[in-house]
């Protein structure tokens, strides 16, 4: 695509895109009162099941399957209302077609809701009912991911049914028994392991809600609340707006479900800003992108793939937010240093500043605005504390009145303040004061507070977490605007009725579920390609397809499910593109991780798989959020894919640090030692980032960006200087095994090497690692791992595996040889090779302030 080609269709382009995620019909007359009514109702479906009043009053209560065939059933009927089949299709009405498509789909997925008692009669047992609604249903499901989704996703799903019913006629590698089309149908629609499996089952308890909470925050008026904050506090510094860009879209990440909606949303703000500061149209829209996109590894949703990973890796919800956070803060710190350096690339200045202050001045009031905020949540923290055991049963009425109380007194702020000013009537010229615009928002944080409240202290469920940050929004849209009016004494502005709050709440109730269509559709497409996987074994072909073109090597391993992570997600949505990468390629690198003696944490290959899947949506030719900020920036779509892809280096390294690295994921990891690690780590990566950019106090040398690198791997992995040095492992006999584990502490770590066949008869050689238990003695400790062990000639064998033991949970079978053990060898601490690292970083600061200092000295006169 040429530039003037992108020009000339900028408009229809952004309409398009914005179109993708949300319909594009918006027809007249009785079927945009069939559209709204339904969107409502999906919504309204979707609060009273995750709402506690079904178990209150004992009516409405539904199981996992029955929920989520509904669930569908909204969706596939919304997607054949609003989504045109073609770009020539009639947006103005609802073609007859179109209605019995909708009408079939919806009518497929509840087939699981009305005869859910029938089929829980006769599992496995497919009746020819049952065959004819799986093969109406899944053909126009796809057809719906189409449509709502566009190509890549539908024709991946179709290739793998191809593939399970194929099998016999595949070649070699790829070649299995071939499933029956009705075994296929039943394994797809009828159970819970195709398209209504984990995948759907997480959209309809837990995502909903949160792309709900997202649409009501935004009718609110948070979303410009955060982007105006941001220009408040960023706007004075070179390249203010770009800063600016990258914390609003951070903010607004935290609650997006899709970084194209992201770029769409605070794109149309931020990227004329940094135009206006000497941004060029590409860079402007992939400081957008890299932002965007950014937003989506960002907890606590992270494009809805934090819920996923909760099913997927089987460990509770805090702890996923707890292991994602580090990278995505070290991740989005550099991203605003990146900005830095290109604003001192270009020489930019700083915008107008309506008020001046010297810079201790601002640092004691951050600091003064930090400590208020701790002490507030202390005293939030420990009165709720004190406060629950008193009230007892009376606890969730008080908690209710003292937010009310708070919520009063948050308005009573802003209206003390101007309100903020609309898109249109911002002075790009002249900053607004910070604590005006804080001040004039403060109670749009209350429903962000209460979720983060639920989900962090209170340990609930996300859906009900989502359910209650949903409820105190409700209470903002509708009373906002006549309590402003009530509470501001002097008149001098209109907020709105009631009736505008009514209003609000109803478009964004509507928003919520248009915004949903596309993430219901895509988990249930891509269920089908999960039912797939588990149904055909391939995932483990893909492994030994990996495994061969990678000829053993570790990296190259890793570079190449990098790189089919990236093709994999290209054009889809992120919830999507997380089902298909994890579904396919985390087991990729266990099993092969396992076979080159690298133990990864599950949850470490989950997010390497989802970092890069979501790359996707950068990188050209199909980075669908860069061609959104084009189309805003006015600038080459291609040109800003590589550009932001540019700018995304340190999203695309921290994988594979955190991989071999498994401290920047704070896995097993004190408080002490993980604050070390976050600084440490943020400090490497902006200096990474000032290598890639070429430019740190002044441009960069060859020789002074190698050395920044080296300095930035070293901070990052200091072991593997040390791996050099000294073996980090002490081996000892097999035959010893009960022997060393009497030596061993609890807590200790013994690494095994298994040689053997596994659960399916194939003959291979991999690692296992174990935490010694606690016992007695060796033999007790042997016996608390689960493994019984016998001699054959010079070989150790597994003679039994107990029951749900410790060796079972790790794969371990009876006649594997424990080929060898590995116990860790005692070492000083990998951190002394940080100081050789800040040496080699000093002297690189020498070298460039001797340059600045030459180049800046006067020309001494020359001789007449």
């Given amino acids: ?240 707006p770009a800063k600016a860009a990258v914390v609003a879209s951070g903010l607004t990440g935290l609650i997006s479900g899709s970084s194209i909606a992201n770029v769409v949303t605070t794109g149309t703000f931020t990227i004329p800003m940094m135009r206006k500061v000497g941004f060029s149209a590409e860079k402007a829209g992939a400081v957008e992108v890299a932002s965007s996109v950014n937003g989506q590894i960002m907890p606590p949703v992270m494009g809805a793939a934090a819920f996923l990973m909760v099913e997927y890796v089987g460990i509770p919800y805090v702890e996923i937010i707890k292991h994602a956070f580090l990278p995505a803060a070290i991740s989005y710190i550099s991203l605003l240093y990146i900005v830095h350096l290109e604003a001192l690339k270009l020489g930019m200045q700083p915008l107008a500043v309506s008020v001046s202050r010297p810079w201790l001045v601002r640092l004691m009031g951050f600091a003064f605005g930090a400590a208020l905020i701790s002490g507030l949540s202390l005293a939030v923290y420990y009165g709720l504390g004190w406060l629950k055991p008193l009230m007892g049963d009376h606890t969730l009425l008080g908690i209710g009145i003292l937010l009310a109380v708070t919520y009063i007194g948050l308005l009573k702020v802003a209206a003390m303040n101007e309100p903020l000013p609309s898109e249109e009537e911002t002075d790009l010229n002249t900053l607004p004061s910070t604590r005006a615009v804080l001040l004039s928002g403060l109670h749009y944080l209350l429903p962000v507070i209460v979720l983060v409240w639920c989900l962090m202290v209170e340990r609930l469920s996300p859906g009900l977490s989502a359910f209650w940050g949903s409820v105190i929004l409700v209470v903002i849209v509708i009373t906002q605007r006549p309590l402003l009016n009530w509470l501001r004494t002097d008149g001098k502005h209109d907020y709105g009725t009631v009736q505008e709050g009514l209003i609000d709440l109803r478009e964004g109730l509507i928003a919520g579920a248009r915004n949903m269509i596309g993430i219901g559709i895509a988990t249930a497409t891509a269920g089908v390609i999960v039912g797939a996987v588990s149904q055909t074994g391939v995932g483990l072909v893909l492994a030994d397809l990996v495994e061969m073109l990678s000829m053993g090597n570790l990296m190259l391993m890793l570079l190449l499910t990098a790189l089919l992570s990236l093709i994999l997600g290209m054009g889809l949505p992120t919830t999507a593109n997380y089902i298909v990468v994890s579904s396919l390629l985390a087991p990729v690198i266990v099993v092969l991780g396992q076979q080159q003696g690298l133990i990864v944490p599950l949850i470490a290959v989950h997010l390497f798989v989802f970092y890069f899947g979501i790359m996707a949506d950068v990188t050209p030719p199909v980075g669908l959020a860069s061609f959104a900020a084009a189309a805003v920036s006015k600038g080459d779509p291609i040109k800003t894919g590589l550009t932001a892809f540019y700018y995304s280096l340190r999203t695309a390294a921290l994988p594979f640090l955190f991989i071999f690295n498994t401290d920047l994921l704070l896995i097993d990891v004190d408080f002490a030692h993980g604050v070390l690690i976050f600084v440490v780590a943020t400090i490497a990566m902006l200096i990474f980032a000032a290598a890639t950019q070429g430019y740190f106090l002044t441009r960069n040398r060859w020789y002074e960006t190698i050395l920044l690198l080296l300095v930035a791997f070293t901070l990052f992995r200091p072991g593997f200087w040390q791996d050099q040095i000294s073996d980090p492992y002490r081996y000892v006999s097999p035959t010893s095994l009960s022997e060393e584990l009497n030596t061993l502490n609890e807590g200790d770590m013994l690494r095994m090497r298994i040689k053997g066949e596994d659960a399916v008869g194939v003959m291979r050689e991999f690692s296992v690692l174990f935490e010694v238990p606690d016992g007695k003695n060796g033999e007790a400790k042997q016996l608390a791992l689960g493994i019984e062990t016998y001699q054959d000639s010079d070989k150790t064998l597994i003679d039994i595996v107990h029951f749900s033991s410790p060796a079972e949970k790790a794969g371990l079978m009876f006649d594997q040889e424990i080929v060898e053990l590995r116990i860790p060898a005692q070492r000083s601490a990998k951190e002394w090779f940080w100081i050789p690292a800040i040496g080699l970083f000093g002297l690189v600061v020498l070298l460039q302030r001797r340059r600045i200092k030459q180049d800046t000295q006067p020309l001494s006169p020359q001789p007449a």
């Avoid at 997480?202 to 995502?207: C, G, I, K, N």
């Avoid at 609110?220 to 510094?237: E, K």
Wanted: proline letters at 6%; a neutral charge.
């Fill in 1 to 240: 695509m040429n530039t003037h080609t992108t020009q000339t269709s900028d408009a229809m382009s952004s309409e398009e895109l914005i179109a993708q995620d949300v319909g594009a019909r918006l027809p007249s007359g009785l079927m945009a009162t069939v559209i709204t009514a339904l969107a409502l109702a999906w919504s309204l479906f979707q609060l009273w099941i995750a709402s506690p009043l079904p178990f209150i009053i004992g009516f409405g209560v539904m199981n996992d399957t029955e929920t989520r065939a509904i669930h569908l059933a909204f969706a596939l009927l919304l997607a054949f209302f609003v989504f045109p089949a073609r770009k020539t299709s009639p947006r103005d009405r609802v073609p007859h077609f179109d209605l019995l498509l909708g009408l079939v789909s919806a009518a497929s997925a509840l087939y699981l809701f009305v005869f859910y008692n029938e089929l829980a009669q006769r599992p496995g047992n497919l009746t020819t009912a049952d065959f004819i609604t799986a093969c109406i249903g899944i053909p126009l499901l796809l057809e719906a991911a189409r449509r709502v989704l566009g190509p890549a996703l539908p024709i991946i799903a179709t290739l793998f049914l191809v593939y399970s019913i194929a099998g016999p006629w595949m070649p070699g590698l790829l070649s299995h028994r071939g499933v029956p089309l009705p075994a296929l149908a039943n394994h797809q629609w009828i159970t819970t392991e195709g398209v209504f499996g984990i995948a759907l089952g997480v959209s309809t308890s837990f995502v909903f809600l949160f792309v709900l909470f997202g649409a009501l925050l935004e009718r609110a008026g948070a979303g410009h609340y955060f982007i105006q904050l941001a220009f408040s506090m960023l706007g004075h510094l070179r390249g203010g």
